[in-house]
């Protein structure tokens, strides 16, 4: 048995039993990483020495009885925009190189309160600005399943870590789709919950009102136990909501009869893969053949989802991103004449372009003059767009569709045209507009044996139904690794 083929779940048990130690798997992680990380480039920090320390710790306290959970002893990866005390946390830019946390996010610490062991921050797109993992100041990370294209993003780093075996689950940020996008081109399963159920408090902040953070792993019962153990009410985020209905592990059931399941016309028309649909409609027709009633259906304003969404989000960055300017923490330039021109060229010097993008069109569509004429235009699309599927949701339990309009593309080939990039997010920002779940699983494969992802979205607090969907398809299909995953170190 290899301890590194194993789900979280598998592992959680096998620790549990007795089986495996937790350090013995924690070493068996940091070999893996240690074997392709070279190529893979999904980390940027390794926790060598804090892993096995903790991996000690929690051996402990799994012996003694204190720790039950079904993740404890599990070794885990975590992007590298959640803040982790001591820990180099650098939204994987320049400008915030040298950055290490004085406490720890609140989702994190609840990942360590269930016994989690954390290998490591997982490389991104800068500030999570981007669609490739190819903006990272650290280098881009690379598709386990070809390392000639690209893992997606910005969680690239979280799902090629998972795809590649070096950690058994991971955690991500989705703002316009950011786990799902990337998790449909690695081949893996990543959930991002309604917006409000896990804590933003140490999530260095990109879009503030989209930003949400959610799990990434092989399958959708390792997803449902981390959302499980991750969602809390937070009194220091106040967009936190009070949920009962967290035991999304209940979901687990094979049973989709009677689930009425919409998929959009709009998803499936102009710009959308031939192979990538193929896939799509198959897992629906999977899911028809266990009894559930599948129907297409039209959701209108799907072509002012992506306007609404850059207005928003750049917006809503260049204020979050106003704080980072060589003063307290961070990249500082070297020369300068007065604190004016060390402003300008700590952030000139510190940004890469994408992020200078945005947030030069963030303070643009907020500047006087234009702020009606674009930002409050944008809020009251969010607001049509969510009563667009507030309609579909009195209709349908489930809406399904594909989470990307192509597979992986090449590295490269997205960075030289932004506009063809924001358009690949075309299928999950609506999303996030809408403050609503949504998850990704793996439907197949493309002619060059690239990943597809289905992806499902629930209504609000309606992850248990989107959970069940999930699992239901997920057991008409075994899970794949890349032959990368099975590489071994010397």
């Known amino acids: ?5 194993l789900t979280a779940l598998e592992l959680g048990k096998k620790i549990k039993t007795g089986e495996i130690g937790v350090v013995e798997a924690t070493k068996a ?5 240690q074997a392709v990380d070279e190529t893979v480039n999904a980390f ?4 060598e020495a804090g892993a096995l320390r903790r991996a000690e710790e929690v051996q402990k306290q799994i012996d003694e009885g204190s720790l039950t959970g079904a993740l404890a002893g599990v070794p885990a990866a975590i992007k590298d925009n959640l803040c982790t005390k001591d820990l180099l946390t650098t939204c994987s830019s320049k400008i915030l190189y040298n950055f290490k946390p004085t406490y720890t996010a609140e989702a994190v610490r609840n990942l360590e309160r269930a016994g989690a062991v954390i290998l490591g921050k997982t490389n991104m797109d800068e500030f999570a600005m981007g669609s490739t993992t190819e903006t990272s100041a650290f280098g881009v990370t690379r598709n386990p399943w070809n390392t000639a294209h690209v893992p997606g993003g910005s969680s690239g780093g979280s799902c090629a870590a998972v795809a590649a075996n070096e950690c058994f689950y991971a955690l991500g940020s989705d703002t316009g789709g950011s786990i ?11 959930i991002k919950p309604t917006y409000g159920t896990v804590s933003r408090y140490g999530l260095i902040a990109y879009g503030s009102s989209l930003d949400q953070i959610g799990p990434v792993a092989k399958d959708v019962s390792d997803c449902a136990a981390v959302l499980e153990a991750i969602s809390s009410y937070d009194r220091k985020d106040s967009t936190s909501l009070k949920r009962e209905d967290c035991d999304f592990t209940s979901a687990l059931v094979d049973d989709v009869q009677g689930m009425r399941i919409g998929i959009p016309r709009d998803y499936l028309g102009e710009g959308l893969d031939e192979e990538v649909k ?3 409609l198959a897992a629906a027709k999977a899911l028809a053949a266990k009894g559930a009633v599948v129907e297409e259906f039209d959701l209108s304003l799907v072509e002012y989802a992506i306007p609404a969404y850059y207005v928003i989000a750049a917006a809503e960055a260049s204020s979050n991103l106003a704080r980072f300017d060589g003063v307290k923490y961070g990249y500082r330039t070297e020369e300068y004449e007065g604190l004016h021109n060390m402003y300008k060229k700590s952030r000139s010097e510190g940004f890469g372009e994408e992020v200078k993008r945005r947030i030069m069109l963030g303070s643009f569509v907020l500047s006087s003059g234009y702020y009606d004429a674009y930002y409050l235009k944008a809020l009251r699309t969010k607001a049509l ?15 399904l569709g594909p989470a990307a ?7 490269g080939e997205s960075l030289s045209d932004p506009l063809k990039m924001y358009l690949g997010d075309i299928y999950t920002i609506s999303v996030n507009l809408a403050g609503l779940p949504g998850m990704t699983v793996p439907c197949g494969k493309d002619s060059k044996g690239l990943p597809i992802g289905l992806q499902m979205i629930g209504d609000c607090f309606q992850e248990k139904k989107m959970i069940r969907a999930g699992y239901s398809f997920e057991c008409t299909r075994k899970y794949e690794a890349p032959e990368l995953a099975e590489r071994r170190g010397k």
Request: charged fraction near 25%; glycine fraction near 4%; hydrophobic fraction near 40%.
């Open 1 to 5: 048995m290899d301890i590194r083929n």
């Open 29 to 33: 992680a940091l070999e893996q990483i």
């Open 44 to 47: 940027v920090t390794v926790d």
């Open 180 to 190: 799902r996008q990337p998790s449909s081109f690695c081949g893996v399963t990543g």
């Open 278 to 280: 193929a896939a799509v």
């Open 385 to 399: 767009i969510k009563q667009a599927f507030d309609e579909a949701f009195e209709k349908y339990d489930v809406i």
């Open 405 to 411: 309009p192509t597979t992986a593309p090449k590295l």
